[in-house]
């Protein structure tokens, strides 16, 4: 018996939990941090599905998303989510899911509001547009931003670090407003005070799935294998499908 559970130690593969940094923003629907220091929201919801199923720990840090991005491509963070799958942000990254669908719209004062119904109505507005450092807003927005870029006119876009800061400046009147993901905006729409005067535009600057994302930098070949086949199961089980239910996204 000693024998046969000495082969068995010897001969079996010992898997070693992975230790994963996640970077969440407190910030709408997707990431709060509570006066009690829990993360809660939809994608912690889908952070802890994946990480738990993988037996995986885990550490969640508040950081921008521009910033979140550069130490994600440095090693210093090893997960994000909600993220775009692109070709240049796959040289950094890898991408597990869909994790779920994600609508950019137009969000302005209601007080002060403008007519856009079309991509190149947000490129003729007489004050500018906020949008976030590191975000992407689609292809086609992409391309109509480096076409105007080009051009030697007062800027029509502004960057902005955080989410609080385009909030400040479209009470302020400084821009015309910002473009955010539909479901942030209805949710703040009904939790925020800061977002009681804040309406959508009907257009949708941009719909298209986002993923996981980990970093090709400190996450492991084992480790991605791990979280790769823990993403297979929750598919399976409809565990993901609950999340999105539970926020009203199914």
């Given at each position: ?36 220091l ?33 130490m ?15 070709p ?15 609508t ?12 856009v119904?079309?991509?190149?109505d ?15 807003y ?10 105007e870029?080009t ?16 909030l ?24 925020n ?8 535009s ?8 986002v ?11 084992q ?20 999340i ?7």
């Amino acid at each position: 018996m000693y024998w046969f559970a000495l082969i068995w130690v010897l001969f079996t593969p010992f898997v070693v939990g992975c230790e994963l940094i996640v970077r969440f923003e407190n910030y709408a629907a997707q990431s709060r941090l509570d006066t009690k220091l829990k993360w809660h929201g939809l994608d912690v919801d889908f952070a802890k599905a994946l990480l738990d199923e993988a037996g995986c720990g885990y550490q969640f840090i508040n950081v921008p998303w521009g910033r979140a991005l550069k130490m994600l491509a440095e090693g210093e963070l090893d997960m994000m989510l909600s993220v775009t799958r692109t070709p240049e942000r796959e040289l950094f990254a890898y991408f597990i899911g869909p994790q779920r669908m994600e609508t950019i719209v137009f969000a302005m004062n209601q007080l002060r509001p403008y007519p856009v119904q079309t991509l190149s109505d947000l490129f003729k507005l007489p004050v500018p547009v906020a949008i976030q450092k590191g975000a992407f807003y689609g292809h086609v927005f992409n391309e109509l931003l480096l076409r105007e870029q080009t051009k030697d006119e007062s800027q029509r876009f502004i960057y902005v670090a955080d989410n609080q800061r385009k909030l400040s400046l479209l009470k302020h009147g400084r821009i015309a407003g910002f473009l955010e993901e539909k479901f942030n905006v209805l949710y703040q729409s009904q939790h925020n005070p800061d977002f009681a005067h804040i309406t959508m535009s009907s257009l949708v600057v941009n719909r298209e799935p986002v993923y996981y994302a980990l970093s090709r930098q400190s996450v492991s070949a084992q480790d991605l294998r791990q979280l790769t086949s823990a993403f297979e199961r929750l598919q399976h089980s409809g565990r993901l499908t609950r999340i999105l239910a539970k926020y009203g996204l199914d």
